[in-house]
């Protein structure tokens, strides 16, 4: 459900919104891989946080250590973790998105 009112909204602005690796609907993890114009911005992943809510925090390979150090990291996640969502989002602010979205 999170997943999908987060591609509906960034439709919505004109971006582009995917689900590169669909989870378990109701207990997985959610990674979104943030892009602007097609350029790598960052990979983050929600997580709950103490105040019973969620957060939105980095994970995985800076953006400049490449596509490979990035597949490596997803497919490391993915082996010990097969509930996992990964979301792609193409749009600016991609992580503002998702924050206001998933937490």
Known sequence: MLVGALRRRVTAEGGFATVL???DEISGMILVQ????GQECGLFERVPDFTG???L????????EGREALADY????RRSDP??????????QA?????E???
Not at 74 to 77: C, I, S
């Open 74 to 77: 997803v497919a490391r996640r």
């Open 95 to 99: 992580e503002r998105f998702a924050a």
């Open 53 to 55: 809510g969620y957060r």
């Open 34 to 37: 943030t892009l602007e114009k």
């Open 57 to 64: 925090l980095p994970c995985g390979p800076r953006p400049d």
């Open 21 to 23: 690796v669909k989870g």
């Open 83 to 92: 509930d996992l969502w990964i979301v792609e989002l193409d749009v600016p």
């Open 101 to 103: 979205t998933i937490c």
